[in-house]
């Protein structure tokens, strides 16, 4: 749990970085596709736990 805490703690870091300087972030910049990495992640995930 600590990992994730430390990489979420990272991420805002960087999004706070990216404002400064006015650069574009590396992500998605709504939800929907927020959302649609999650989803990639996640069948990733089901795909190495069941085969």
């Known amino acids: 749990m600590a990992v994730v805490f430390i990489s979420?703690?990272?991420g805002i870091v960087l999004g706070i970085v990216f404002?400064?300087?006015e650069l574009p972030i590396p992500a998605?910049?709504?939800f929907a596709g927020v959302m649609g990495i999650v989803?990639?992640?996640t069948g990733f995930?089901?795909?190495n736990n069941l085969f």
Do not use: C, K
């Open 39 to 41: 989803g990639v992640f």
């Open 45 to 47: 995930v089901l795909v």
């Open 8 to 10: 979420f703690l990272t």
């Open 28 to 30: 998605p910049p709504n």
């Open 19 to 21: 404002s400064l300087l």
